[in-house]
Structure formats: C-alpha cells, structure tokens
T-cell receptor, first 109, second 116 residues
Framework: DAKTTQPTSMDCAEGRAANLPCNHS???????VYWYRQIHSQGPQYIIH???NNETNEMASLIITEDRKSSTLILPHATLRDTAVYYC??????????FGKGTMLLVSP | GAVVSQHPSWVICKSGTSVKIECRSL??????MFWYRQFPKQSLMLMAT?????????EQGVEKDKFLINHASLTLSTLTVTSAHPEDSSFYIC????????????FGNGTRLTVT
C-alpha cells in the first residue's frame, strides 16, 4: 500500500473549519483514500473514504485532487470533541490498513 | 450500524498467566477480522488477520504461539495472550469489515492490558 505524509500537528479554533492535508503521491489507481481518527484511549473511528471523486457525509468532506496525489479532510465546524489524531491511509481493495503517525488536531476554545 | 464490540475494556494480570480478549461484530457478519496493538505514543501496528474457519495470518515478528487467535464464527474472534509478560502490556484493538473489499474497517474500543 502507498505511504502517506501528514503534518505532525495542527491547531484549529472551535467553530472554524479544520482542513487536514494528506500527501499520497505514490497512490495506485485502485487504492482508496481512507480517513480515521483516534481519540485518546479509544479505538479508531472511521470518518470517510473515496477513490477519486469528492465525498461528503455527516462527519466531514473529503477533497481528492484530480491527479489523486493528495487529499484534504475538511471538518466544517470543528468542536472541542474533534480533538484527536487523524490518520490518512491508502488501501487497495481487500488490503490491510497500515497506520502512520497521523496528525494531532487540537481544537481550542 | 457496523458496531464492533471488544471485551474486556481493560485487564490486569500477573506475569505468566494468559488473557483472552473477545471481539464481536454486533450487527454484521465479518469473515475477516484484524488485530492491532498500540504502545504508548505510537501508532497502531497490525498483528494478525483473522479469517473465519481458518488459521490466522500473522505479521512478521508476531509470535503465533504467543498470540493465539480463534475466529470460530462470523461474529466472534478471540485473541489470547499466553504466558503474558510485562512487555506485552499494550492497547489491543480489533477491527472488522462489512462485506465488500472497499468497505471501511470498523474498530472496537480496545482492551488495555497491563501485566504485572
């Protein structure tokens, strides 16, 4: 599976949009982009995934560039409960999920 | 939907004893479940892939005789840490996938194992 690069940490003010970038320049044509987050001492929570089209659900939006070499997870109105480590993972169908170090997002009042 | 339940949420055991952790998919059937381990301040590391009705596939460096995995039904996989030692103290997390290769994995809330 392709590797991803994410910033180590980011800050966001409560109520503002949090935009978390991810670089996956070696992604293959059949690999999906998945986003998970992990709140301290809990299991990872699935957020969203996509192949090449932008996706939106009740939690977030996923913007994938046309060349698919990078993506951005958008939390439209961050709350304090969104403070977590966010993982961007690329995975081929049927493949395993390999977690990197992720981005520690700190949402402040 | 897609709830994965893990039990117990935490356990303390003495060195040399064995501990069993259960992972259940509550509202779906999972032919494949995955077991991860996470040490403090580190990311999740895949330990093994558990397949219903067959032997688990272990990642390199994970001892299959120490970490026994049983996936006897489509909704239950168990991980038994045998002869636990303090270095086995960690956060163990299971996950399962709803049918479909592109479906996301859903994770349990983890089991904190402390070996004294």
């Amino acid at each position: 599976d392709a590797k991803t690069t994410q910033p180590t940490s980011m800050d966001c003010a409560e109520g503002r949009a949090a935009n978390l970038p991810c670089n996956h320049s070696t992604i293959s044509g059949n690999e999906y982009v998945y986003w998970y987050r992990q709140i301290h001492s809990q299991g990872p929570q699935y957020i969203i995934h996509g192949l090449k089209n932008n996706e939106t659900n009740e939690m977030a939006s996923l913007i994938i560039t046309e060349d698919r070499k990078s993506s951005t997870l958008i939390l439209p109105h961050a709350t304090l409960r969104d403070t977590a480590v966010y993982y961007c993972i690329v995975r081929a169908p049927g493949g395993t999920l390999t977690f990197g170090k992720g981005t520690m997002l700190l949402v402040s009042p | 939907g897609a709830v994965v339940s893990q039990h117990p949420s935490w356990v303390i055991c003495k060195s040399g004893t064995s501990v069993k952790i259960e992972c259940r998919s509550l509202d779906f059937q999972a032919t494949t479940m995955f077991w991860y381990r996470q040490f403090p301040k580190q990311s999740l590391m895949l330990m093994a892939t558990s397949n219903e009705g067959s032997k688990a596939t272990y990642e390199q460096g994970v001892e299959k005789d120490k970490f026994l995995i049983n996936h006897a039904s489509l909704t239950l996989s168990t991980l038994t840490v045998t002869s636990a030692h303090p270095e086995d103290s960690s956060f163990y997390i299971c996950s399962a996938r709803v049918a479909g290769d592109n479906s996301p994995l859903h994770f349990g809330n983890g089991t904190r194992l402390t070996v004294t």
